[in-house]
């Protein structure tokens, strides 16, 4: 006997009320999504989960699949049954003697309340007819198998393994939030950490060709790639960013450079969030990790935008970081050797507690303001759409801007 | 597009890809195999053998052993000698500037309890036959030195090295010719045994040669089947090996044009680029004339190579990391530049398909990007 179902638990999507609808239905089109490669499958929702008919196909790797899936509490595998008591205890009985272990317990759960026997009296009965028609024993604290039995109007639905999902909300409900991508072993894990929650990406790359190497963009769509997983198209604005980096260097102090050079990058990255719809920016960065990264340089940082910054990673420390970038398959990307030419612009004494009155005084000294309308408008982008990419130049932008728009409609 | 990059490799020649496209075709037998159609392979096999010692003017005293490349050939006639002729002695002398599939060969005979010295060089980067006499002894069973330095041209005078080194009977002369080869006149016959790529010289990625004296045996290091005379095992590439063959006829054929030509290219640069105060020439004049290596006073040699390859031009920077993960050239530390000299140099390196004409292409770019560059 086997399992012939995958029965879907919304978890967090239950607090969220009337917009429950959209939310399931959200999540049913990532679900199939994620699953595309197996045409056989069928699927059926409703309020309370989402059910995926197997037809016969192994169920190992769809439910590795679906533990990436964003909105997804917990998946079971299921046997779907009749509700007569008499078939229904022949098939968990059937289920159980599949399993491993010595001691067993049955959950019942009642949802359709017209079925003649209470939670607890199913529960009972079931265990005495397992009891009797095998070796088992009953553990309710520590049993090894745990039957759980839910009936419903349609079924009773039976299962002993669950696996749990990645939470959050399905992809898409939260918005969008332009992410900071710099190639490096932490950008690509806040990404991920926005996608799990549910949050779509866009992302925004600073090129200063030739201080740093193309060999980057390389990574970064190898990078987006991996993440196509989690979000089918991700686009990546690649933003020109020589004349400004330069014009930074040649006319602040050295200390204050990377703070002024952060701040651009926000003021770029939120021009282009409000033309592309974005809710908020996002960055790989740790508090305290590196001097551009401490609370006092986020203060001068986040003084140019009024968005909302998510910072996935500030209080997960580098090992963890690593850790999830080698689950994600993101590490081996972003540790690739390559020579970084942008060690012109590291400052040997950079400032980690910058002062917003003197960012401001250094940046009188300078016309930036053009210099940043002329990296917006040169952007030039990449979508990679399920692993592969395209790359458009910034003059064939024209129709993209347009089909943006409509979008928003 | 501009390629002086061309010693990582070069193009495969029409000839050379005919050739391996035609036997792929019309003999893919194994030459081990015993029946007709695999004596046939075997017997292309010994022809593309006898036509390398001919297009090296080579008596039959020698012996072809064709390899994957020459990594491969460098550590099997460094290892397989060292090990084979441990017996008679445990000092093996190298120098400071080999190519790593050199240098990490001798490295690991070190940790295996081997006598290694690593001799320095001169300015010009090569190694003064004095130094060499100074440090042989007795108990010395092998010499490598490389013919011509990948990284700065630099032309050791094979002849004399390899005659101190036969001054002591025990001692085998092994010389790493990749760069020389199919570049300059050298006295092979003075040397025992010595080891080349293919790709260097328009043939194809993974096929290469060591080529010894018959009285020397090889302790093998890839055991198995009996292949080239018991000395490396696997199935042989009769193709490839016949398309090294090609490459090697045609490089050497018209040896003295291709130096002449290459000449033209690298002394109009040389004149040119030592008129610009931003760099400082480290290959030396009488080195070879495919390889023209410099560094820039103050600016990212990697940052204008990037700068290069947005241009079209493909040029080669160091990227071998120190200790400190700096990139930084061993070879001209090895010959006594500064630092900052050595994690900023560049090397052109020419085949004979390059002009006149990308030379002056590549020093206008040169000079604008130098211009628009910030300095270090």
């Known amino acids: 006997m086997n399992y012939d179902h995958i029965m879907i638990h919304y978890g967090e999507l239950s607090t969220k009320g009337n917009n429950k609808r959209a939310f399931i239905k959200e999540l049913g089109k990532n679900i199939r999504h994620a699953l595309k490669g197996y045409s056989s499958l069928e699927y059926h929702s409703d309020h309370d989960h989402t059910y995926i008919t197997l037809n016969g196909e192994d169920p190992k790797p769809i439910i590795s699949l679906l533990e990436e899936v964003a909105g997804i509490q917990r998946i079971s595998l299921v046997y779907k049954s009749e509700k007569d008591f008499e078939t229904l205890a022949k098939n968990a009985l059937g289920l159980i003697q599949n399993e491993e272990g010595k001691t067993f317990k049955v959950i019942a759960k009642r949802i359709d309340k017209t079925y003649p026997k209470h939670s607890f009296d199913i529960a009972c009965d079931l265990g005495e007819y397992i009891l009797k028609n095998t070796d088992l024993s009953v553990d309710v604290h520590k049993p090894d198998i745990s039957l759980h039995v839910e009936i419903r109007a349609e079924a009773a639905y039976l299962y002993a393994h669950s696996y749990r999902g990645a939470g959050g909300y399905p992809l898409g409900m939260n918005g969008k939030v332009m992410m900071l991508l710099s190639g490096g072993i932490d950008s690509p894990v806040a990404a991920y950490l926005l996608l799990r929650r549910g949050i779509r990406i866009e992302c925004i790359h600073f090129a200063a060709p030739p201080y740093t190497s193309d060999a980057v963009l390389d990574k970064l769509k190898d990078i987006l790639a991996k993440l196509n997983i989690y979000q089918a198209d991700i686009r990546l604005n690649i933003v020109p960013f020589t004349k400004l980096q330069l014009a930074i260097y040649q006319n602040v102090e050295e200390p204050y450079c990377i703070t002024i050079m952060r701040r651009m990058m926000f003021r770029i990255a939120d021009k282009l969030a409000k033309s592309h719809h974005c809710l908020g920016l996002a960055t790989g960065e740790s508090v305290g990790q590196v001097a551009s990264q401490t609370l006092d340089s986020m203060i001068a940082i986040n003084d140019v935008t009024n968005y909302p910054i998510l910072r996935p990673l500030a209080v997960v420390d580098k090992i963890a970081s690593i850790a999830m970038a080698e689950k994600i398959g993101t590490y081996e990307i972003s540790v690739r050797p390559f020579e970084d030419c942008c060690t012109i612009f590291k400052p040997k004494r950079p400032k980690t507690k910058p002062k917003i009155s003197e960012c401001e005084y250094y940046e009188k000294h300078f016309e930036w303001e053009s210099l940043v309308d002329e990296a917006v408008k040169n952007v030039s982008v990449i979508i990679v759409k399920d692993g592969v990419s395209t790359f458009y130049q910034h003059d064939d932008m024209q129709d993209d801007d347009e089909e943006n728009k409509s979008e928003a409609e | ?376």
Do not use: W
């Open chain 2, 1 to 376: 597009m501009i390629y002086f990059d061309n010693a990582a490799t070069t193009r495969p020649s029409l000839a050379v890809l005919e050739c391996f496209e035609k036997e792929n075709e019309q003999c893919f037998a194994n030459p081990s195999s015993r029946h007709a159609y695999g004596r046939e392979a075997y017997r292309k096999l010994e022809d593309a053998r006898l036509s390398i010692l001919k297009s090296l003017s080579l008596s039959n005293d020698y012996r072809v052993l064709f390899t994957s490349g020459a990594s491969e050939s460098n550590n099997l006639a460094i290892k397989g000698i060292a090990k084979e002729y441990l017996r008679r002695g445990k000092r093996i002398i190298t120098t400071q500037v080999e190519h790593p599939s050199v240098l990490e060969a001798f490295r690991s005979l070190e940790k295996e309890g081997f006598e290694v010295i690593y001799l320095p060089t001169k300015e010009d980067g090569t190694v003064d036959p004095e130094t060499l006499k100074e440090n042989m002894n007795k108990e010395t069973i092998l010499v490598s030195i490389m013919a011509t330095n990948n990284e700065t041209g630099s032309n050791n005078d094979i002849l004399a090295l390899s005659k101190i080194v036969h001054s002591f009977p025990k001692a085998f002369f092994h010389v790493d010719v990749t760069q020389a080869i199919g570049k300059r006149d050298l006295p092979y016959s003075s040397i025992d045994l010595f080891s080349f790529s293919g790709h260097k010289i328009h043939g194809l990625k993974g096929t290469g040669a060591l080529i010894l004296k018959k009285n020397i045996t090889l302790l093998r290091q890839i055991d198995g089947g009996d292949q080239e005379y018991f000395f490396r095992a696997g199935t042989d590439n009769l193709p490839g090996d016949e398309a090294l063959a090609v490459a090697l006829e045609e490089a050497t054929k018209n040896l003295q044009d291709n130096i002449a030509h290459a000449k033209e290219i690298s002394s109009f640069l040389r004149e040119e680029l030592e008129k610009n105060d931003e760099i400082l020439m480290n290959s030396p004049l009488e080195g070879s004339p495919f390889i023209l290596n410099f560094s820039l006073k103050r600016k990212k040699a990697s940052v204008v190579t990037e700068a290069l390859s947005h241009e079209g031009i493909y040029v080669s920077s160091v990227s071998a990391c120190n200790s400190k993960g700096e990139p930084i050239s061993y070879v001209l530390e090895a010959m006594g530049f500064s630092k900052e000299r050595a994690m900023n140099s560049i090397r052109l390196s020419f085949s004979r398909e390059n002009t006149l004409e990308e030379a002056k292409t590549f020093l206008n770019t040169l000079q604008n990007i130098l211009e628009r560059t910030i300095n270090r």
